[in-house]
């Protein structure tokens, strides 16, 4: 959520940066200032009213121990009273529209940031060259399917479209990727969470993900008790509210957690072509790393949360780029991030496998998430949040990258003390 000082002391600047993100916010803006300006009003009334329902209540026994005639007083009490509670109801609407206003608007983009969207998405750096096969290489579907690591039919049999099975060595080696990732955190002094998977719907409201996606992600309602949750499509709906309502101290902070979680997405629509396989899908393992920071922290802790994700890729021998987000290309909770893309050579291009975000103080103004000073001032914490890593996209790459003319698969060295050996071939 906005700052409303901020909208307010900067009303065409929001508007102008909410538009590089291709959000045409004038409208909601000059309701929001509308309706703050009647909530305000509406507050200020009613006290006074309350006030003075106080003050004459208090003339009433006064007046019957004089002797005088107290109906005028009822009468008037009558009358501030039916205001107040016309008031109250006013201000209940007017507050619902306004909230409702204050959670649809985006984050504001960094000021650094391109406006438009993915094509002006700017590479910041490259590392290691693109696979060159003396041989006619295979696509991941078709190498994790001869070599066992993949069943995509029975999958579709147990779940439907988008949803696979991992078998043999493809599971063994899909569990040394997480275990990989987990280490490397671990030994990066963050803490390690477990969270659950079926979270309720403030959690998605505090992340920024609703109200708008709402319809994106897997609802289960309880028929006995009428809860309803959800699956949660990543690890971030569930850090970010780990201490929603709460207030931290400095010496809290900074928090840098990770967690591994399944994540469940309904991913609606066709895909393309070139998203076979595992590359889209309903369900997908994930390792997310988030931190709790003060503000002037932030931008340091996004520095290093990017750090992490390359150094992770990078570790399992891959090509590949980071790249800075235009505006409009970030989700609408975030003011920044960078993505790191691995190069997946049956697709001639680049797969996002890890987006690093800073959501500065968006988030936690949605979930009331504080931090009091050392002088006494109360503050909204910095939220940030990275993928270390998915491995949908991990897996695929790493196939293909690292194949062999006779259809075997050379296991990067990070991944061989888990996986307990160096080549996978056929069964």
């Given amino acids: 959520m906005l700052d409303i000082k901020y909208i307010k002391e900067n009303p065409e600047e929001v508007i102008e940066l909410l538009q590089r993100k ?30 003075e329902q106080n003050k004459t209540n208090k003339l009433i026994p006064q ?8 109906s005028e007083l009822f009468a008037k009490m009558k009358e501030m009273s039916s205001k107040t509670r016309e008031n109250d109801d006013k201000l209940k609407a007017v507050e619902a529209e306004y909230t409702s206003l ?16 993915k094509e002006n998405n700017q590479p910041l750096r490259y590392f290691g060259e693109p696979r060159k096969f003396d041989f006619e290489p295979k696509n991941h579907v078709d190498l994790c399917t001869e070599l066992g690591l993949i069943d995509y039919t029975r999958g579709t049999k147990l779940a439907g479209s988008g949803f696979w099975i991992y078998r043999g060595m493809g599971a063994r080696l899909e569990w040394a990727l997480l275990n990989y990732f987990i280490d490397t955190h671990l030994a990066d002094g963050y803490e390690m969470i477990l969270p659950p998977h079926m979270l309720e719907y403030e ?10 996606f709402a319809d994106e992600v897997y609802k289960i309602e ?6 309803v949750h959800y699956m949660l499509p990543t690890a971030e709906a569930a850090l970010a509210s780990l201490y929603r309502n709460e207030i931290l101290t400095e010496a809290d902070l900074p928090k840098k957690l990770f967690s591994y979680t399944p994540c469940f997405r309904r991913e609606a629509g066709s895909y393309r072509a070139d998203e076979r ?6 369900q997908f393992n994930k390792v997310e790393m988030f931190q709790y920071t003060l503000p002037e922290a932030s931008d340091a802790a996004f520095e290093e949360l990017v750090t992490k994700a390359e150094n992770l890729v990078r570790g399992l021998g891959f090509h590949f780029r980071t790249v800075k987000l235009a505006a409009g290309d970030c989700s609408a909770s975030m003011a920044r991030t960078y993505d790191i893309e691995i190069n997946i050579p ?7 496998v890890s987006s690093v975000s800073n959501a500065r103080d968006y988030q936690a103004r949605r979930g009331m998430i504080r931090v009091k000073r050392a002088n006494g001032r109360t503050e909204f914490v910095h939220t940030l949040n990275g993928s270390g890593l998915a491995t949908s996209r991990i897996l695929p790459a790493l196939v293909e990258q690292n194949q062999n003319a006779d259809g075997s698969v050379n296991v990067p060295d990070v991944l061989r003390k888990y996986i307990g050996t160096d080549v996978i071939r056929k069964p």
């Fill in 22 to 51: 291709g959000k045409d916010a004038r409208e909601d803006i000059e309701n929001i200032l509308r309706l703050d300006g009647e909530r305000r009003a509406l507050i200020a009334e009613t006290e006074a009213m309350k006030a």
């Fill in 63 to 70: 007046y019957k121990k004089e002797g005088k005639d107290v």
């Fill in 102 to 117: 204050m959670l649809g608007l985006p984050n504001l983009p960094d000021k650094d940031l391109l406006p438009g969207g």
């Fill in 203 to 212: 959690c998605g409201l505090t992340a920024g993900q609703f109200p708008k």
């Fill in 222 to 227: 309880n028929p006995t008790d009428g809860r």
């Fill in 277 to 282: 396989g595992m590359v889209r899908g309903h």
């Fill in 346 to 352: 049956s697709m001639n291009g680049y797969k996002e």
